[in-house]
Structure formats: structure tokens, C-alpha cells
């Protein structure tokens, strides 16, 4: 009879031992899996890292402290300039790159269309395909004697209702030659514009407000409800008014 309470102790050592080794497995497994998601979110937050170096995010991060200097070099006050001056400083923003390219040599892309509205103080390269991969471009002219510039980017694919986009102003000084980031501008029109999930604008061809349209987006219905601003133009820059329905 002795040797039943051995062999059960037996079976239950045998038993224990390999719950042990399942545990151990199965924690093996676990931190295997762990260490894989670790090792995908790295090199995830790499990619995004390295993208960030050639997308709107990083000229987000550079333009409010880059003064632009020798922007018309003696050639004429124009938009022709100032998109030239920033799309060649900026050229990592591929709409960028094509509007420099026009400008420089007249060189096109069957991808991009170029609006070159001269006469009007406006220029842009938009792309061909169903989503929006743009750059937008105008002046106006301050009180001052001095020139505001203003430059929409903007990729925002169908996919994917938030965007990726900037807004940025200038302050050109005909005396210096240089375009002065006007950040506080672009900061008072992103902050007012915050509490949307995104937002559009649209620079003036002809006249001189500017159009903005805030959307919140109904993820679930894949819908947005659109409200409407005017940046009113007051000679030096913009008072921000509602459009009522």
C-alpha cells in the first residue's frame, strides 16, 4: 500500500513539472511576443521619424524660425519671388519641389497642375490624382510697405479624413530682402481652428479674404459638419468672422 501514495506523489511531482515547463513556455511565448510588438513600435516610430524629416511635419517644425534672405534678388517683387524663395528652401514637400522646378525652368509634371496667376498675386501646384497633395501661394500688400505672404500645404488622402497640412505667413521687407516668419499669425488662426478635427483653407485668387472651413468628423458615418470662416483682410491682416448659414 505504500508504494500508491509514492507513485501519486510520483504522478503529481510529473504533473507539476510539466505545468512548470507549459508556464514557462507559454512566459517565453508572452515575452517573445512582447519583445516582437517592442521591436514593431520601434522601427514603426522610426519610419515615422525618418518621414517626418521629408513631410509637412518637418517643415512645421523649421519654418517659424528660418527667416528666408535674398528672396527677390533685385528681379521684381512678385509671387513668381516669394514661392520660388520658399519652394527652393522647402523643397521636401514634393508639390514644392514641382512649383520650384516650374518657376526655375519652366520644367513640368503630368502629375501636378500649376495655377500661375501672376497678375493676381497667386500661384499653386495641385495634384492630378483623387486626393489633395497641394501648395498654395499669395500676397498681399501691407500698410506698412511691407508684403504678407501665405503659404497653404496640405496632403490629405481619401482614406484617411485627417489630414496632414500647414499654414504659414510671412513678413516680406523690400529693404532687407528677407521674408520673416509672421508665426503668431499662423499660430492665432491654428489655435481658433483647434477645436475641429481638421481643417481647409482657401488662399484668394481674387480678392483678399481668405476662406476657412472647420470639419468635425462622424467617424462612424464616415460624414463631417462643415462650419465657415472669413479672414477679412484689414490692410496689415486678418480679422476672423463666422459664416452664418
Not at 514603426?44 to 534672405?69: F, L, M, N, Y
Not at 497642375?113 to 486626393?131: N, P, V, W
Request: hydrophobic residues 35%.
Amino acid at each position: 500500500m505504500a508504494a500508491i501514495p509514492f507513485m501519486l506523489g510520483a504522478c503529481g511531482d510529473k504533473a507539476n513539472q510539466t505545468q512548470n515547463a507549459e508556464k514557462q513556455q507559454e512566459t517565453t511565448v508572452t515575452d517573445k511576443t512582447k519583445e516582437s510588438k517592442a521591436d514593431k513600435k520601434k522601427a514603426s516610430k522610426s519610419v515615422e521619424k525618418d518621414d517626418d524629416q521629408t513631410e509637412i511635419s518637418g517643415i512645421r517644425r523649421e519654418w517659424a524660425s528660418h527667416p528666408i534672405e535674398n528672396v527677390v534678388r533685385g528681379k521684381g517683387i512678385n509671387i513668381e519671388r516669394f514661392a520660388l524663395a520658399f519652394c527652393s528652401e522647402f523643397a521636401n514637400h514634393k508639390p514644392n519641389e514641382v512649383l520650384r522646378d516650374y518657376i526655375e525652368s519652366n520644367k513640368k509634371n503630368s502629375d501636378f497642375e500649376i495655377q500661375d496667376h501672376r497678375k493676381t498675386g497667386f500661384m499653386s501646384c495641385l495634384f492630378m490624382a483623387q486626393y489633395d497633395w497641394n501648395t498654395v501661394c499669395c500676397f498681399w500688400n501691407r500698410n506698412n510697405g511691407h508684403k504678407l505672404v501665405a503659404f497653404w500645404l496640405i496632403e490629405a488622402h481619401e482614406s484617411d479624413p485627417i489630414d496632414e497640412h500647414l499654414l504659414t505667413f510671412y513678413d516680406y521687407n523690400p529693404t532687407t530682402d528677407i521674408m520673416t516668419p509672421d508665426a503668431a499669425l499662423s499660430k492665432k488662426v491654428d489655435e481658433a481652428m483647434n477645436k475641429f478635427d481638421t481643417y481647409t483653407v482657401k488662399l484668394p485668387d481674387q480678392g483678399k479674404d481668405i476662406e476657412l472651413v472647420g470639419h468635425k468628423i462622424d467617424f462612424e458615418n464616415d460624414s463631417a459638419e462643415n462650419t465657415y470662416y472669413l479672414l477679412r483682410w484689414n490692410g496689415y491682416d486678418f480679422k476672423m468672422e463666422k459664416v452664418e448659414d
